[in-house]
């Protein structure tokens, strides 16, 4: 503790002037250089002036003032500027010398300071900077405004959140075994949604998607960058400090860099009050039962431990449920093993769950690898490339006991999923970089014509590749997460690397609700499939035996041959059947079984099906192909023995149910029952799963018309 005596030296300060706490010219010790000094501050009584607290980076409220500490090289010399709201100038400028300076952190403690309508800045060698732990910034509320000539236009201001009612809020928690996730862009989300104007492209606007993200099943928002950052890029400085010089033109739409972590967008708030908007949007989520996720990237010249305290800062007093960290800055063994995180959802890609655990298994998983993996061997299977089959499965099962694993075919970085089925090639000229930048190898399929097309086959096709990508996605083992908007067919116009186009083409177009009705119909009950079915979203890895004595193993490979995959090159189709009594619905009784078929050969096949338990058949639930409809079938399902007909480039998702009653016609003459309905003419299946001509010419009648146009 700082005591303050009666004793201590006051210097005067003149209005207006800068403030030197220098030394005194005297013979005093250098304890007595390091005394208290109390200086008139406008608006304040006067403030004693003291060396500060080196650890507390930022400005940090004291019991009974303001300690304001940030880093700088040794030789430095560092202003604090103390600024009014409304004032263009600062009024007050203190010189942090060498007695304030431990280290390479520069420190002072300002007791008795109002600081109700003050703002603030740091001046380093005659360049103004602002403080990388600023819990708020004032100054950039208009997104992609270039910076201005003046470099105090800028400014950080004071935390205030102390006060913030969560009231009754409580964090949904849910599993990764039970989320989905949806990504978005808080700016480019809503920025052309049917809002109001003010609250479009803001925290409010993602308040008001709330009702259509709990339609289409969503649990779990992830955002893109919401913290402060230089959207008008600023060249790099030393030390993680942000330059107020900025190159005029240049927008960093997503928000991949160094940024300011402690403080949210303040571009992207309808209110004058970022801390009060981004708690009220988290409230909001809490209460209809959706989670949210930060993504944060750190560059590698970030302090690691200012990164562990950003995380702990998002959580402790904003309650986000987890945080995707990205950058060679992150260090994920810190945030990993850090105590206040411990149970808070942590993503990366590449993380060591092995080392943390040290082969003990965690009692709930609370971090999760992305999968990049799954994207690039999901799209080649898409798009028929032979030798995919061994990989599928694996991307299929892969859901390990110690963390969990998000699966992702589109993002940000990359094409759209509209965009995956309609162009073979990035078209990134928007960009002003000579199409040179995005990646080359996408892994997308045209259809076979590049970009937008009216022929009504080519929309056809590209409608079953996008039905059949969401297919992939959400009926493997693992977090699916959606890109916001490809449920919508939205398009970037084939530009696969959109960093910088805060217009149309990186804006989602709600057109698409209307244009791709059928579409977001699919995805509503594709997810709703998923979540009615503990089975296809289990929270430990299957191990395709039956170990639990069920008769069937929890997960089982199949091809043309029940119990028989076909793993050669040539291979395009694979069958997947989950047993459900490895599951438990929500009333305790057993999951059904589950088989989902899927064929990326240009041609029909048939995909057999392994024999179900006595009394129970197998009846197909969903069809990707089937553009007659929504792709669901409800109870009007096609019941099959021993294969299903699967189209090409489709994928089948078939539920074993019991076999209804036979019928019983009393005449009094106790005559036999009679058949049920359909079984006339149909033939004992052969012992090697295979199918007569004259089951699969009455199986044909309902699943080829919608092939027609192939």
């Not at 005093?28 to 000094?37: I, L």
């Not at 096949?605 to 409809?629: F, Q």
């Not at 036999?672 to 295979?690: F, I, M, Q, Y």
């Amino acid at each position: 503790m700082i005591l303050f005596h009666e004793k201590d030296c006051i210097v005067q300060i003149p209005f207006g002037k800068r403030a030197l706490c220098t030394k005194m010219a005297t013979d005093e010790t250098a304890d007595k250089d390091r005394r208290a000094y109390k200086v008139p501050i406008p608006g304040n009584k006067s403030v004693v002036v003291t060396y500060g607290y080196p650890l507390l980076l930022g400005v940090t409220q004291m019991a009974d003032g303001y300690n304001f500490a940030v880093e700088a090289e040794e030789d430095s010399e560092v202003y604090l500027l103390l600024y009014r709201k409304r004032g263009r100038e600062p009024f007050y400028e203190l010189l942090l010398d060498e007695k304030y300076r431990t280290g390479r952190i520069f420190s002072v403690f300002m007791k008795k300071l109002n600081v109700t309508n003050l703002e603030y800045n740091f001046k380093i060698n005659g360049e103004i900077y602002l403080d990388p732990c600023a819990s708020r910034i004032s100054g950039r509320e208009h997104f992609g405004a270039a910076w201005e000539e003046d470099p105090h236009k800028v400014r950080c201001g004071f935390w205030s959140g102390n006060g913030y009612d969560w009231g009754d809020e409580k964090a949904p928690e849910t599993d990764f075994g039970d989320m989905i996730l949806y990504k978005v862009h808080v700016r480019g989300y809503t920025r052309q949604a049917k809002l109001p104007t003010g609250l479009r492209g803001t925290f409010s606007g993602l308040v008001q998607m709330i009702p259509y993200w709990q339609e289409l099943g969503i649990n779990t928002v992830e955002l893109m960058p919401a913290y402060e950052f230089m959207e008008v890029v600023p060249p790099k400085e030393p030390d993680g400090l942000v330059s107020q010089k900025g190159k005029k033109d240049e927008v960093n739409y997503w928000g991949y860099g160094n940024g300011l972590y402690f403080a949210p967008k303040s571009a992207y708030c309808a209110t004058r009050d970022p801390h009060r908007e981004f708690c009220d949007m988290i409230r909001a989520f809490h209460k209809a039962g959706i989670g949210c996720i930060m993504e944060m990237y750190f560059p590698a010249e970030v302090n690691p431990l200012m990164v562990l305290r950003a995380v702990q800062f998002w959580k402790q007093n904003y309650h986000v449920d987890g945080f995707h960290i990205l950058g060679e800055g992150a260090p994920l063994d810190l945030i990993m093993k850090d105590g206040l995180l411990a149970g808070t959802k942590i993503m990366a890609e590449g993380m060591d769950t092995a080392a943390l655990y040290k082969n003990r298994r965690p009692g709930k998983r609370c971090f999760a690898e992305y999968n990049l993996g799954f994207l690039q061997d999901m799209r080649r299977f898409l798009k028929s490339d032979e030798d995919m089959v061994p990989a599928v499965q694996y991307r299929i099962r892969h859901n390990p006991d110690d963390h969990g694993v998000i699966n992702y075919i589109t993002c940000q970085d990359g094409f759209t999923l509209n965009d995956l089925v309609s162009y073979n090639y990035k078209h990134n000229e928007a960009n002003g970089e000579g199409n040179n930048d995005g990646c080359s190898y996408n892994y997308s399929w045209n259809c076979g014509i590049e970009g937008p097309s009216r022929k009504q086959w080519i929309r056809q096709m590209r409608e079953r590749q996008m039905r059949a990508a969401f297919a992939m996605l959400l009926f493997s083992q693992g977090v699916p997460m959606i890109y916001g908007g490809d449920e919508i067919g939205n398009s970037q116009e084939g530009n696969n690397n959109a960093y910088c186009q805060d217009n149309s083409i990186g804006w989602i177009d709600w057109r698409g609700l209307r244009r791709n009705a059928s579409m977001l119909a699919f995805v509503k009950k594709a997810v709703a499939l998923r979540k009615a079915h503990p089975v296809l979203h289990m929270s430990e890895s299957m191990k395709e035996a039956d170990y639990l004595g069920k008769g069937f193993p929890d997960m089982s490979f199949h091809g043309e041959r029940a119990w028989f995959c076909n793993m050669e090159n040539t291979s395009r189709m694979i069958g997947v059947m989950l047993c459900g009594a490895y599951a438990k619905l929500p009333d305790g009784s057993e999951d059904d079984f589950l088989y989902t078929g899927y064929n990326f050969h240009w041609e029909t096949r048939n995909i057999a099906l392994p024999n179900l338990p006595e009394g129970m058949e197998w009846k197909k639930v969903m069809d990707t192909g089937d553009l007659t409809c929504d792709g669901f079938y409800g109870e009007n399902g096609q019941v099959y023995e021993r294969a299903v007909e699967v189209g090409p480039r489709t994928v089948v998702v078939l539920q074993g149910v019991k076999k209804p009653e036979p019928e019983r016609k009393h005449t009094g003459k106790g005559k036999k029952n009679e058949k049920l309905p359909g079984a006339e003419g149909k033939k004992t299946a052969a012992s090697d799963n295979t199918v007569t001509e004259a089951e699969n010419k009455e199986r044909r009648s309902g699943d080829n018309a919608s092939m027609a146009s192939l």
